[in-house]
């Protein structure tokens, strides 16, 4: 259990690397994956998400946005991507009586934002990545799962 508490911490210099760091998590992604997101209001976590979805394989012809106000977008990609942002939920409970765990064993990719909002129902094995502000163009980003995938971040990493 010991490699659940690895944790990779990287410093993204501008959105577009943290949309080029997403951009590499998303092509090592693969059905059942969750993706927990959390960190303040302009941290990042949208960039990352649209990120992602460029890796994953949806087109450019989505514009990835915070599904704020439908909780939810969908987007076709090589397995879909479910895009959530729980920001306006009271509580987990919330979530689960509008039925939304079952997408965490549907047959796609689920990226959350605002997860620790939901953190009670979350499945053992999501990713969680957080994003903290460091100054206008700098966010940390510490990317903590149990996935062997981290391996090939850390090299990433290493790489620059
Ligand atoms: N290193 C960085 N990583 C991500 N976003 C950054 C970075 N530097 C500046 N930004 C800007 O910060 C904002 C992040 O917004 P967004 O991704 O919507 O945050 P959130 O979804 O966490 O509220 C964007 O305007 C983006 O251009
Ligand atoms: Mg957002």
Redesign the pocket.
């Known amino acids: 259990m010991s490699q659940k508490n690895t944790k990779i911490e990287i410093i ?4 577009a ?2 949309e080029e760091l997403a951009s590499f998590i998303g092509k090592t992604l693969r059905e059942g994956d969750v993706l927990a997101l959390s ?10 998400a649209s990120g992602l979805a460029r890796g994953l394989g949806v087109s450019d012809q989505y514009r990835i946005t ?1 599904p704020t106000f439908t909780l939810i977008n969908e987007y076709p990609a090589r397995c879909k991507l479910y895009h959530f942002d729980v920001y306006r939920l009271n509580s987990y409970s919330e979530f689960e009586d509008l039925g939304y765990e079952e997408y965490f064993c549907a047959n796609g990719v689920v990226v959350i ?1 605002w997860a620790e909002k939901i953190i009670q129902i979350l499945p053992d094995d999501a990713f969680f990545i957080s ?1 903290e502000y460091i100054d ?4 940390k980003i510490i990317i903590q799962g149990l996935k062997d995938r981290l391996k090939e971040l850390a090299r990433y990493k290493g790489g620059g």
């Open positions: 993204s210099e501008s959105a690397q943290t960190g303040e209001l302009g941290s990042g976590k949208t960039c990352f915070s934002e994003f206008e163009n700098r966010r």
